[in-house]
T-cell receptor, first 112, second 116 residues
Framework: RKEVEQDPGPFNVPEGATVAFNCTYS??????FFWYRQDCRKEPKLLMS???SGNEDGRFTAQLNRASQYISLLIRDSKLSDSATYLC?????????????FGKGTTLSVSS | DTAVSQTPKYLVTQMGNDKSIKCEQN?????MYWYKQDSKKFLKIMFS???????INETVPNRFSPKSPDKAHLNLHINSLELGDSAVYFC???????????????FGPGTRLLVL
């Protein structure tokens, strides 16, 4: 089983739509989870960390289900500028300074 | 101010050549990383250094050698370049401690390497 799995998409949605991305991870001992965003030909940038109780940042909501080893990202009221690849990221080792494990990303295209 | 910078941004070279990519961070972070993103966009760790010490060395050909002269710099030297080395190489840094903020990695703009 791959360490971090995501549906690659693409997800093609109109402006204003709500879209959800899912991600599963294989290491049950993982403690830290993140969503990163990568624009075309750019570097990945942190979108938000994912906390156990779930967290929200404006139009973005992240959820964690440890029992199912599942992470989700919900984007409400999609904007054209949300078009990007969304990377699910896990620290599987619970150690400082270790590398994060990146999923292959889910591509979102928002159209007018 | 650029947090994580890499040079060069683009690198086109012939097979068999030796090349280096430089990375610098001005965030005061303790840990730096090199990632490779291939044509399928999969981002994979190559190396990480914590306070100039190598802590991760994934299965990478020994033609790739990282060097960290100080904790703000992590350079990548590649010997005898091969066609399969063509990719985007990202440098990143983090505080190197546990916790969501401390583990957040900040990436450089990437170096696009094309081996002909």
């Amino acid at each position: 089983r791959k360490e971090v799995e995501q549906d690659p998409g693409p997800f093609n949605v109109p402006e204003g739509a709500t879209v959800a991305f899912n991600c599963t991870y294989s290491n049950s001992a993982s403690q830290s989870f993140f969503w990163y965003r990568q624009d075309c030909r750019k570097e990945p940038k942190l979108l938000m960390s994912v906390y156990s109780s779930g967290n929200e940042d404006g139009r973005f909501t992240a959820q964690l289900n440890r029992a199912s080893q599942y992470i989700s990202l919900l984007i409400r009221d999609s904007k054209l500028s949300d078009s990007a690849t969304y990377l699910c990221v896990v620290n599987p080792y619970n150690q400082a300074g270790t590398a994060l494990i990146f999923g292959k990303g889910t591509t979102l295209s928002v159209s007018s | 101010d650029t947090a994580v910078s890499q040079t060069p941004k683009y690198l086109v070279t012939q097979m068999g050549n030796d090349k280096s990519i430089k990375c610098e961070q001005n965030l005061g972070h303790d840990t730096m990383y090199w990632y490779k993103q291939d044509s399928k966009k999969f981002l994979k760790i190559m190396f990480s250094y914590n306070n100039k010490e190598l802590i991760i060395n994934e299965t990478v050909p020994n033609r790739f050698s990282p060097k960290s002269p100080d904790k703000a710099h992590l350079n990548l030297h590649i010997n005898s370049l091969e066609l399969g080395d063509s990719a985007v190489y990202f440098c990143a840094s983090s505080q190197g401690r546990l916790g969501p903020q401390q583990e957040t990695q900040y990436f450089g703009p990437g170096t696009r390497l094309l081996v002909l």
